[in-house]
């Protein structure tokens, strides 16, 4: 791969305005900017429709920018698969995926290209994505978008380069190439939000490893830099654990088996009643649970679309 090749960056956002200014500003200060910008509004009503229609009649440097303005909200998987799509069909040897909250630092486009382009020197041609590393606003890491680490992580950095092999990872600051979309398709958009980043990155694995380029970093713009965990369930945040249960509880049933699906609802029994969540609301998790059973999206290839 070149060492400058047609990258699109996706940015999905939804009345984040002000959060997205700042991401289009990290864009225009890359070392290496993107050839392309595709962001998906995912019907913002905060003005964003507006401003990003000012943006895209304006000159940006060498990137062209391309505004999806959706009828509807799509949630975080809708849009980066939407957006994937969108960079497909440009041509771009890569898309390189984050929301409306991350600020990539200046050279971290070109350190991930510099990382992926010597993981496939090493590994060979498989390597599926190349991922940032991020960081809180504090500059602390960021606690719920660390990458899950293979058991040889180290491999890369025996070899003296500077990057470890992972598994999974958020999509936060991923750089997908261009045959991934086109081998392993896009996220289900029917998600909707939480584990379709997981889900794809663990799809794109089967054959070799992803890695997290450790000098590429990405400051994730959160509320509060925690974890997240199943004894965390109230009444405000129930319905984003409404997604995550039926969506985890469906791949491990579809694509792990019956016994990966029994065991992880039993987890998630466990850790309600251990966080005293509200009975009300373990009634409504458990019944996502059973809803899960059902619900199996098949993979959408840009081909086919």
């Known amino acids: 791969m070149s060492d400058s090749p047609t990258v699109t960056a996706v940015v999905v956002t939804y009345n984040r305005l002000d959060k997205l200014k700042n991401v289009l500003s990290a864009l225009e200060d890359q070392t290496l900017p993107p050839s392309e910008l595709v962001v998906v509004d995912n019907a913002s009503t905060d003005g964003t429709g507006d401003f ?20 509807e909200n799509l949630g975080g998987a809708g849009g980066f698969s939407t957006g994937m799509k969108s960079g497909y069909d440009s041509g771009s040897d890569f898309v390189w995926i984050f929301d409306d909250d991350g600020y990539p630092e200046p050279d971290a486009l070109e350190k991930l290209i510099q990382g992926y382009n010597g993981a496939v020197d090493e590994l060979g041609p498989d390597v599926p994505y190349a991922c940032s590393v991020v960081k809180f606003i504090d500059g602390s890491i960021c606690e719920m978008n660390n990458p899950v680490p293979t058991w040889d992580w180290g491999r890369l ?149």
């Open 157 to 305: 950095l025996a070899k003296g380069q500077n990057s470890v092999m992972v598994t999974s990872c958020s999509f936060v600051s991923v750089l997908i190439p261009r045959w991934v979309i086109e081998s392993f398709g896009l996220p289900f958009k029917e998600y909707f939000i939480w584990f379709d980043d997981a889900e794809y990155t663990l799809r794109i694995t089967k054959t070799c490893p992803g890695i997290q380029v450790l000098d590429s970093v990405i400051i994730h713009d959160m509320a509060s830099n925690k974890g997240v965990n199943f004894s965390m369930i109230d009444e405000k945040n129930a319905w984003k654990f409404s997604y995550g249960i039926r969506n985890q509880a469906s791949y491990r049933l579809h694509h792990e088996g019956k016994a990966a699906y029994l065991l992880f609802c039993a987890q998630v029994c466990r850790s309600m009643k251990a966080g005293g969540v509200d009975k009300k609301l373990q009634r409504q998790m458990r019944k996502k649970m059973r809803e899960a059973i059902k619900f199996n999206p098949k993979i959408d290839y840009p081909q086919s679309m």
């Open 52 to 71: 990003l229609a000012s943006y895209a009649s304006e000159q940006h440097g060498g990137m062209s920018v391309k505004v999806i303005s959706c009828a």
